[in-house]
């Protein structure tokens, strides 16, 4: 089942919402922010922008109320259901921490919840507070049917997100990857919280490097499935698939752009392995790459100026970057002899990719001058980096041994967990974007 | 009922013939792959244990050929003078069998990123098909395919399972 978005959630305005300027809430995140960050500059006062601090424990405090009326026992399941999702959320969402005790802990919000039954469906009240003021942030419902629990909590979720730190949440996205047996494996969608699971390729096969169109409508892929590599595009919604690249040698790496009209890849039908973008109508199509070696696995910078990808035209794998012209690539990491995968972060501001180091294989950073480089990952063989849609975090298969899967970590390398763990050999996750952008104009009442 | 036993006789004395017909040529000692001078005599790789077959698999009624696989170093896909060698059989087979069309498979160990690998994997076929048809092999014979590190020889993690894996393949189509 892949539910789409928001298809069972409504927001309804409460009626006796709390008066609530946008002045306000602003003045509160910056007070957080003021509280909270680890400011290196005098002046950052006017920077709003929220991390997880290197321990991986979340900067904002969170308290659960208890709730404001009494839980009707024949939905009390559904309530204890929906919290449990909305805590997972918060606390992937890398900002929040959630308190035991909302009186003692010394939260800076409180959210307090009310679930009820309203013909057919249920309601989710939703108070979300300042603590120290006692004011009201935003007060709103939220409707859903009790299969649908999950889809409020993660909408939830995300308004949560936005109301206390201005930036879009993940609670709603999804992730796409491979699983199975070398040579037969298939490829998957599910819900970031492991739910909602659907197989999208029906014949075993070798299968890589899923890509989603920004609208999340789309999958581009690679599939040996016909005996040759060839990249396809599946649509989610309408179940087709198109075969969109199919030259003789290898078709690979597709990479969808930021404003969704062309894909870049690698193809080797010229002689050797080169970056190409091809639109998605299939009319244009533009080779970015001269060197007879290797070049492969684009990735697009978040305006769609540049692509960085991977070459051994110094003699060993290095990232490079270049524009849409094909002109003058440039180099941008110098440390080590294998550097490939790059994985442009959506706020461009960072490029994960996979480095050699002692026999293993780590993901790094580098920001996209290659200045300065972290390494994120320890121990075992780490590869196929992809950013959340919000730039907080990097997910990555594992070959590390009795652990291989797929992990989540904070983008500074701390907090990391491995998820899905039920098919096998779970491996190149991509993580869609945001299906819908949370406004969350302030309510007026 | 009749037909399937036919088919089945048929293809038993199919077998039988190659069988027979490998038997001019020892297989390869695979331990050998990497090292410097590593040339056997024949029959030196006849010794018990020696079960891995490094030739390419016969086509049932197509003649009876023999391409070998060859060789790259780690995280290479230039052609050392074994590679070269082998290749040079190899050419010297397809010019002797004008019929015959190959396709040429990359292979990797599982050392480093599936996306480099797959890259690799294909300039290791296309430094194979890149000699060929310098030697003279129609270009229009030879297809490649990269399956980078889904399809290692030997799925150890150990040098010897890693050189055994860095290949390409001569596939008779």
């Known amino acids: 089942m892949r539910p789409s978005a928001n298809a069972h959630v409504s927001v309804h305005a409460a009626t006796h919402a709390a008066v609530h300027t946008g002045a306000a809430a602003l003045a509160l995140i ?74 003692k802990d010394e939260p800076h919000a409180l959210v ?30 939220y409707a ?53 699971l659907s197989r999208i390729t029906q014949t075993p096969s070798i299968v890589m490097n899923p890509s989603w169109s920004p609208d999340t409508t789309r999958i581009a892929y690679v599939s040996y499935a016909s005996g040759d590599p060839a990249i396809y595009v599946t649509d989610l919604e309408d179940k087709t698939t198109v075969r969109f690249s199919a030259f003789q040698g290898m078709n690979a790496m597709p990479a969808w752009s930021p404003d969704g009209s062309k894909i870049a890849l690698t193809l080797s039908k010229d002689g050797n392995p080169e970056v190409y973008v091809i639109s998605v109508d299939g009319k244009t199509r533009k080779r970015l790459t001269r060197y007879s070696g290797i070049d492969c696995s684009p990735t697009w910078a978040p305006n769609g100026f540049e692509l960085a990808f991977t070459t051994d ?58 200045i300065s480089t972290s390494v994120l990952t320890e121990e075992g063989d780490n590869e196929y980096p992809n950013w959340s849609p919000d730039g907080m975090h990097i997910i990555y298969s594992s070959q590390a041994r009795s652990k291989s899967g797929i992990y989540i970590m ?34 007026q009442g | 009922m ?55 698999p016969i086509k049932p009624g197509a003649d009876e050929i023999e391409l070998r696989r060859i060789y790259f170093g780690y995280d290479k896909y230039n052609l050392d003078n074994d590679a070269i060698t082998t290749l040079a059989g190899n050419a010297a087979v397809l010019m002797d069998n004008p019929s015959v069309k190959i396709r040429i498979e990359g292979h990797c160990d599982d050392r480093g990123t599936e996306n480099y690998n797959l890259a690799l994997g294909e ?11 310098n030697f003279g092999i129609a270009q229009s014979r030879i297809s490649v ?13 150990n040098e010897k399972a890693w050189a055994k894996n860095r290949r390409s393949e001569f596939d008779i189509r």
Request: charged share 25%; hydrophobic share 40%; glycine share 12%.
């Open chain 1, 112 to 141: 307090g919840t009310v679930t009820e039954s309203r013909s057919q469906e249920l309601s989710f009240g939703i108070n979300l507070q300042d603590r120290v003021s006692s004011q009201s942030i935003f007060r709103r419902k």
């Open chain 1, 30 to 103: 910056a007070a957080l922010a003021a509280a909270l960050v680890f400011a290196p500059a005098a002046g950052a006062q006017t920077d709003v922008r929220l991390r997880v601090t290197a321990e991986g424990r979340s900067a904002i405090r969170i308290g659960f109320l208890e709730p404001e009326k009494e839980i009707d026992e024949t939905v009390a399941g559904y309530h204890e259901e929906f919290l449990g999702i909305l805590k997972d959320d918060l606390e992937m969402s890398g900002y929040f921490e959630i308190v035991k005790d909302p009186e």
């Open chain 1, 410 to 443: 904070n983008r500074d390398g701390s907090g990391k967990r491995r998820i899905f763990k039920d098919l096998e050999n779970p491996r190149s996750p991509a993580w869609s974007a945001q299906p819908r952008k949370t406004t969350l104009e302030p309510l």
């Open chain 1, 313 to 370: 035209r110094t003699g060993s794998p290095q990232i490079y970057a270049v524009d849409m012209e094909g002109l003058s690539p440039r180099r941008i990491t110098h440390e080590g002899g294998y550097n490939t995968s790059p994985a442009w972060s959506p706020e461009g501001d960072l490029i994960a990719y996979v480095a050699g180091i002692d026999g293993g294989f780590q993901i790094c950073t580098v920001d996209p001058f290659g």
């Open chain 2, 145 to 157: 395919i990269s399956y980078g590190e889904e399809r290692p020889l030997d799925p150890a993690e």
């Open chain 2, 2 to 56: 009749r037909l399937l036993l036919v088919l089945v006789l048929v293809l038993c004395v199919a077998v039988m013939v190659g069988c027979g017909g490998k038997k001019a040529r020892p297989p390869e000692d695979i331990d050998e792959i990497g090292e410097q001078g590593g040339a056997k005599m024949p029959g030196e790789g006849d010794e018990p244990g020696a079960t891995d077959e490094p030739v390419t």
């Open chain 2, 123 to 133: 300039k290791r076929a296309l430094a194979a098909r890149d000699y060929l048809v």
């Open chain 1, 144 to 196: 859903g049917a009790t299969d649908g629990i999950a889809m409020v909590a993660h909408v939830v979720a995300d308004d949560i997100v936005y109301a206390l730190t201005g930036r879009q949440g993940i609670a709603n996205t999804q992730m796409a990857f491979v699983a199975g047996a070398r040579g037969e494996a298939s490829l998957y969608t599910v819900h970031i919280d492991g739910s909602g």
